[in-house]
């Protein structure tokens, strides 16, 4: 198995431009899970799926994010208009559900905004 | 209340060392307490997981104690390599959430060799 994938690894843009992050979990697997990691706040949840249907965005920072899962082996995550305080590695995960908590990480997509 | 603090910060070992990672919770509906190990420049991946009806499990040269009243848990890393050297996790999951897990802050360790 490949393994989530995520795209694209890094992203540099300027500030006020749209992002969007891809993410192909684990075929399979029925949650996927996006976090953001920083220095100051490390990882984050923002938002996750169950079964393509977003249950929890208590953790998206403020309308300029949202995201989306179209089906089970696609999701993004955009930001519109970003900022320099988006900057951070936005990390993909997934997990089948059977085993509470063994999530599946991507390798990450690390964003800076100038 | 959904918390998971981590300590140390960081941590720097000799080879052959025992690393010691401490984290505390306060929310008694966490069930489930895994560590998860990252590498730089890679995702976090799973390394060793405990339920709290369990005081202490191995696997290898990583052990993790658990102390449920003291609602606190610990990874233990055994005759420390450098190839340990990454930044460790705690985290917890809250009763019925599915997978959705709850980070502690992290801790770099850097074993020396």
């Known amino acids: 198995d490949a393994g989530v994938i995520q795209s694209p690894r890094h992203e540099v843009t300027e500030m006020g431009q749209e992002v969007t992050l891809r993410c192909k979990p684990i075929?399979?697997?029925?949650?996927l899970f996006w976090y953001r990691q920083t220095m100051m706040r490390g990882l984050e949840l923002l938002i996750y799926f169950n079964n393509n249907v977003p249950i929890d965005d208590s953790g998206m920072p403020e309308d300029r994010f949202s995201a989306k899962m179209p089906n089970a082996s696609f999701s993004t995550l955009k930001i519109q208009p970003s900022e320099p305080r988006d900057s951070a590695v936005y990390f993909c995960a997934s997990s089948m559900g059977l085993l509470p908590g063994e999530l599946f990480f991507g390798e990450g997509s690390r964003l800076t905004v100038l | 209340q959904q918390q998971v603090k981590q300590s140390p910060q960081s941590l720097i070992v000799q080879k052959g060392g025992i690393p010691i990672i401490n984290c505390a919770y306060e929310n008694t509906a966490f069930d489930y307490f895994p560590w998860y190990q990252q590498f730089p420049g890679k995702g976090p991946a799973l390394l060793i997981a405990?339920?709290?009806?369990?005081s202490e499990k191995k696997e290898g040269r990583f052990t993790i104690s658990f102390n449920k009243s003291a609602k606190q848990f610990s990874l233990h890393i055994m005759d420390s390599q450098p190839g340990d050297s990454a930044t460790y996790f705690c985290a917890a999951r809250w009763e019925t959430s599915g997978s959705r897990l709850t980070f502690g802050e992290g801790t770099q360790l850097t074993v020396n060799p």
């Open positions: 075929s399979g697997h029925n949650s």
């Open positions: 405990i339920r709290p009806d369990v």
